[in-house]
């Protein structure tokens, strides 16, 4: 049968049951896809919902706790410890631009037979860091000052009291004569000055000179001290 055969009551109805089927057709395209999804989502929120349920949160053990606290207040005492530690070690600091101790020093010197054949700032080098600078294609490496840096042990005491370092202070170094004994009494006299004063390095060698019978050997000795 023909569409022209069809009046026009038919006609119409055919037109919407043509509609009907394809926007049918086109809904069930995208619903189905759709459908899946959803179906996904809900496994997985279930799948979800039943790992949460079966989890176990461990309680927190009151030893746990208490054990906390113990390692706090133990630190806490260390921290205490230094602190006090480092306020007396620096209450026996003379300021760096001290011209008094370095009087002190001398008059030591004097006063235990030593004779000082020179007596001058020791100029450390500063500590540096390496830095590595990019310019385009160019890449430069510099040596750049640092502040407050700590050195390990093996940089020795004179890297670790240079500028630059945590710990860094005027340092003299000293060109000495006498004997033995006039040097030990020197080194002992140094510990009963007011302000701390460190041997960072020393040097000791015999003096070309033989002595007089039942005189000491004179020695000649080179000494860095930290102010």
Not at 90 to 108: F, G, H, K, P
């Given at each position: 049968?023909?569409?022209?055969?069809?009046?026009?009551?038919?006609?119409?109805?055919?037109?919407?049951?043509?509609?009907?089927?394809?926007?049918?057709?086109?809904?069930?395209?995208?619903?189905?896809?759709?459908?899946?999804?959803?179906?996904?989502?809900?496994?997985?929120?279930?799948?979800?919902?039943?790992?949460?349920?079966?989890?176990?949160?461990?309680?927190?053990?009151?030893?746990?706790?208490?054990?906390?606290?113990?390692?706090?207040?133990?630190?806490?005492?260390?921290?205490?410890?230094?602190?006090?530690?480092?306020?007396?070690?620096?209450?026996?600091?003379?300021?760096?631009?001290?011209?008094?101790?370095?009087?002190?020093?001398?008059?030591?010197?004097?006063?235990?037979?030593?004779?000082?054949?020179?007596?001058?700032t020791f100029q450390a080098s500063?500590?540096?860091?390496?830095?590595?600078?990019?310019?385009?294609?160019?890449?430069?490496?510099?040596a750049q000052p640092t502040q407050?840096?700590?050195?390990?042990?093996?940089?020795?005491?004179?890297?670790?009291?240079?500028?630059?370092?945590?710990?860094?202070?005027?340092?003299?170094?000293?060109?000495?004569?006498?004997?033995?004994?006039?040097?030990?009494?020197?080194?002992?006299?140094?510990?009963?000055?007011?302000?701390?004063?460190?041997?960072?390095?020393?040097?000791?060698?015999?003096?070309?000179?033989?002595?007089?019978?039942?005189?000491?050997?004179?020695?000649?000795?080179?000494?860095?001290?930290?102010?």
């Amino acid at each position: 049968m023909k569409l022209r055969e069809l009046n026009k009551r038919e006609r119409i109805l055919a037109i919407a049951i043509v509609i009907v089927i394809v926007v049918g057709g086109y809904g069930l395209i995208r619903y189905q896809p759709a459908k899946t999804n959803i179906e996904s989502l809900q496994k997985q929120v279930l799948a979800t919902q039943s790992r949460i349920a079966e989890l176990e949160i461990p309680e927190e053990s009151d030893e746990v706790i208490e054990d906390i606290l113990d390692q706090l207040d133990d630190q806490e005492a260390e921290v205490a410890a230094l602190q006090e530690s480092s306020a007396t070690i620096e209450s026996r600091l003379a300021s760096r631009d001290s011209q008094q101790l370095r009087v002190m020093i001398s008059s030591l010197a004097l006063e235990t037979g030593i004779r000082i054949r020179s007596n001058e700032t020791f100029q450390a080098s500063p500590v540096t860091q390496i830095v590595q600078t990019t310019r385009g294609n160019n890449r430069k490496t510099t040596a750049q000052p640092t502040q407050d840096v700590i050195l390990p042990a093996t940089a020795g005491w004179i890297a670790r009291m240079s500028p630059g370092s945590m710990y860094a202070r005027p340092l003299q170094k000293l060109q000495l004569e006498g004997s033995y004994e006039s040097l030990r009494r020197f080194l002992h006299g140094l510990d009963g000055l007011p302000w701390q004063v460190s041997v960072l390095r020393m040097n000791i060698t015999k003096l070309p000179v033989s002595p007089l019978r039942g005189m000491p050997q004179p020695l000649s000795i080179d000494v860095i001290l930290a102010l």
